[in-house]
Nanobody, 126 residues
Framework: QVQLVESGGGSVQAGGSLRLSCAAS????????MGWFRQAPGKERVGIAS????????YYADAVKGRFTISRDNAKNTVYLQMNSLKPEDSAMYFC???????????????????WGQGTQVTVSS
């Protein structure tokens, strides 16, 4: 079992930046891929970034490409999401998730992730 705890959310004006953190504990050696997802009120949860814990290869959804950067620090069992040039449409609850399967590549399909954090709220005002 893996436990995930997100932090770093908050309120920011459009154009600002935030850095989210996701600290993992438990059987972290079994994690192959970490992802960040977000869910706005009344909308589905969508994947926005993923990273292999081994090679640090990354993948981004088009909506955040060029503005967000996912990274990991294996020594701290922590994954980060640096969010720059934030827009009001980035407002959502942000979740990190872990996958313990070597299948599915860097997919952002939420059904491939087995462990989830509780989320951290990001609000971007115009």
């Amino acid at each position: 079992q893996v436990q995930l705890v997100e932090s770093g959310g908050g309120s920011v004006q459009a154009g600002g930046s935030l850095r989210l953190s996701c600290a993992a504990s438990g059987h972290t050696y079994s994690i192959t891929c970490m992802g960040w997802f977000r869910q706005a009120p009344g909308k589905e949860r969508v994947g926005i970034a993923s990273i292999y814990t081994g090679t640090a290869a990354t993948y981004y959804a088009d909506a955040v490409k060029g503005r967000f950067t996912i990274s990991r620090d294996n020594a701290k069992n922590t994954v980060y999401l640096q969010m720059n040039s934030l827009k009001p449409e980035d407002s959502a609850m942000y979740f990190c998730a872990a996958r313990r399967s070597g299948l599915y590549g860097l997919s952002l399909n939420s059904q491939y992730y087995s462990d989830w954090g509780q989320g951290t709220q990001v609000t971007v005002s115009s």
